[in-house]
Structure formats: structure tokens, C-alpha cells
Nanobody
Framework: VQLQAFGGGLVQAGDSLRLSCATS????????LGWFRQAPGKDREFVAA???????YYGDSVKDRFAISRDNAKNTVYLQMYNLKPEDTAIYYC???????????????????WGQGTQVTVSS
């Protein structure tokens, strides 16, 4: 399984941005797909994930502003980000796993597959 994230960029506070992650290989509906981010000097942070094409979960800092979705026909997962803030500045990574259990959905070390990341920079 390979993941390629794109769509990052430089935006202003309050803007919206959509990230996309194209998956190749066998990412069936049973796969959990999601996003993590890492800001300079900080740990990786859970952003959002869609558990086996059903329920969506969000990190506390983004849950009212971000939306995750997936298009299984296109093998793509999206992260729509609204009302971006400077603290959202980070490298965003898409992730995938075929056997993740729900209780581990926020744990980056539990995901088997990682994309290369895309930089999102939000200016104030």
C-alpha cells in the first residue's frame, strides 16, 4: 500500500483548504484511513480518521473545523479544513491500516502505512 498526500500550501487564518491522499494497492473498505500532523518541535498529533469506511473520529483541536471523507471508487481520502488557524501549521500525513482496532485509532504507532506528508502553513 502506498499513500501520496497533496493539497497543502500557504493560507491565511480563516481560510479553508482540502487535502487529498491517493492510495494505491489493496485499500479496501475494511481499511481505516486517516490523518496525523506534526508541527516543528512537537509530537505527532491525531487529526482525523475514518474507521473502516463507517464512522469518523477527530482530534479535539479540529473536530468542529475539519471533515474527513473518502471516495472508495477513487481510492482517495480527503481532509477538508475550515477556519484554519496558525496552530494548524504542520506537516500533514495520511495513514492507513487494514487491521486497526477502534481503541487504537488515535495512536500513530498503530498504523502500518504512512504517506510522505504535505506541508500546511497558516499565516496570522
Amino acid at each position: 500500500v502506498q499513500l501520496q498526500a497533496f493539497g497543502g500550501g500557504l493560507v491565511q487564518a480563516g481560510d479553508s483548504l482540502r487535502l487529498s491522499c491517493a492510495t494505491s494497492g489493496r485499500t479496501s473498505r475494511q481499511y481505516t484511513l486517516g490523518w496525523f500532523r506534526q508541527a516543528p518541535g512537537k509530537d505527532r498529533e491525531f487529526v482525523a480518521a475514518m474507521f473502516r469506511s463507517t464512522d469518523s473520529y477527530y482530534g479535539d483541536s479540529v473536530k468542529d473545523r475539519f471533515a474527513i471523507s473518502r471516495d472508495n471508487a477513487k481510492n482517495t481520502v480527503y481532509l477538508q479544513m475550515y477556519n484554519l488557524k496558525p496552530e494548524d501549521t504542520a506537516i500533514y500525513y495520511c495513514v492507513a491500516d487494514s487491521s486497526l482496532i477502534l481503541s487504537s485509532i488515535r495512536l500513530y504507532e498503530e498504523y502500518d502505512y504512512w504517506g510522505q506528508g504535505t506541508q500546511v502553513t497558516v499565516s496570522s
